[in-house]
């Protein structure tokens, strides 16, 4: 009983010290204030974490890289992750961000379906090639990110359709890198042939630059390891064929498989979407698509004309009427009293001089994607579509896909807006769809 009482008094003693030890410590550690970084709390115009749109990238080359970098520079994103079949683009991004934010955060993806079921990830860039830019954007959707996806969208009238139907049935913005659209120069000329001061429109001036595409096989040459560059994942829905370096370093360009339009889409994702803005026609297209050895004359119904003009080189036109001031990607809207010339340069060319009266922009680059991507991350906040919505995407590309078909036929077509088909034409409606190899689909 003694040694029984002893060793509880001792237990008790035990107990109380334990008690005081950790109270003691408890009160130390509320005596002690602990320190909470400014930016956590939102101090110093910083965005607290809560508030942070988290970014994710998938395929980031010379032009995703130009992109992504305007998207890093808005202090409300954090970017976190890049996903891409190249070893050295990888870690090019990643010493970028961890450079940026001053740790070892950004993680590195080969497969971007890792990526994707991230659910910690708002959004993501897809500035992948051409041919996967549509499955990429469709698979985020599903998977609850919203999407800025460049340009072309889709290398298909049906992808280009199915991708803005997935869009909102899922629910999500979604931004076509159709960057021009936020650009002050270009706003202007189409508000301008839109408020009636050319008086009617009758024709428009959409620079595409010559298109050619190509049916045939690089060599093949040795395939590299997975971990340098993933080949099967780089071709994924597009048909096989044996490695050679030059298409992963952008030499995909012109080859069927990857770019249908040869240059048509490319371009006229940029300007023929610009004259349907100006022809207030962003729900419909032209109905008659005619070749011609230096450009594609579309016709819409209400008996407006674009000229998709065949440029040279990306400095200059041989139709003397362009003036080469305005720089790449000049577009031309002429009207019974006017017309407004306009391109990447800045520079705008009026006729009348009087309507140079009303001109009160900012000079800007075409090229430039900061206002473009700051409203996709606004649009982000309110659920709202952007200037470049799926929408707008889906039948500024169907013009333009439509356009590319009648210069590779080499025939005129007739298209239906509301169907969206070729008028008793198998062969250009054939064309609308592609096969996918698997297990990719759409």
Not at 221 to 227: A, F, G, L, M
Not at 322 to 327: E, F, K, L, N, W
Not at 354 to 367: D, P, V
Request: charged share 25%; glycine share 8%.
């Amino acid at each position: 009983m003694i040694i029984k009482n002893r060793i509880t008094r001792c237990d008790s003693v035990c107990s109380r010290r334990q008690f005081l030890k950790k109270t003691a410590m408890a009160a130390g550690a509320i005596a002690v204030p602990y320190y909470i970084p400014g930016s956590a709390l939102g101090k110093g115009g910083a965005v607290t974490p809560s508030e942070r749109i988290v970014l994710g990238a998938i395929g980031i080359g010379p032009r995703g890289r130009y992109v992504l970098d305007n998207m890093v520079s808005e202090t409300d994103v954090q970017f976190v992750a890049i996903c891409d079949v190249q070893r050295s683009r990888r870690e090019a991004v990643k010493a970028m961000a961890d450079s940026k934010y001053g740790n070892n955060d950004c993680v590195m993806y080969r497969d971007f379906r890792e990526l994707l079921a991230r659910k910690d990830i708002d959004a993501v860039l897809v500035a992948t090639g051409d041919h996967w830019h549509t499955l990429a954007s469709i698979m985020a959707a599903k998977a609850g990110k919203d999407v800025y996806s460049e340009k072309p969208c889709g290398i298909t009238i049906e992808q280009c359709c199915v991708l803005a139907d997935t869009m909102y049935r899922y629910g999500r913005v979604f931004q076509a890198g159709t960057q021009r659209r936020s650009v002050p120069n270009f706003q202007f000329a189409v508000n301008l042939a839109r408020s009636g001061k050319l008086g009617k429109l009758h024709t428009l001036h959409a620079s595409i630059y010559r298109p050619h595409v190509r049916h045939d096989w690089l060599p093949a040459e040795p395939e590299p390891s997975r971990d340098e560059v993933d080949w099967d994942m780089w071709l994924g829905p597009c048909p096989w064929r044996p490695y050679n370096p030059a298409y992963v370093k952008g030499g995909w360009r012109k080859h069927y498989d990857f770019d249908s339009g040869g240059t048509l889409l490319d371009w006229g994702a940029h300007t023929l979407d610009l004259c349907q803005w100006a022809n207030k026609a962003d729900g419909t297209v032209p109905i008659e698509y005619e070749p011609t050895p230096e450009s594609v004359i579309c016709r819409y119904k209400n008996g407006v004309k674009v000229v998709c003009d065949f440029l040279d080189d990306p400095f200059g036109n041989r139709d003397p009427k362009y003036r080469t001031s305005t720089g790449t990607c000049p577009i031309r809207f002429v009207g019974d009293e006017g017309w407004i010339e306009t391109g990447d340069s800045g520079e705008i060319i009026v006729n009348p001089e009087s309507l140079r009266s009303s001109r009160n922009i900012q000079r800007a680059i075409g090229t430039a994607p900061g206002g473009h991507v700051r409203e996709f991350f606004d649009c982000m906040r309110t659920r709202q579509q952007p200037s470049a919505g799926p929408h707008i995407m889906k039948y500024s590309h169907i013009a333009c896909h439509a356009a590319a078909l009648a210069w590779q036929l080499n025939r005129k077509l007739k298209f239906d807006p509301v169907k969206e088909k070729f008028i008793g034409d198998d062969e250009a409606n054939r064309y609308c769809s592609r096969a996918m190899r698997e297990p990719w689909h759409i």
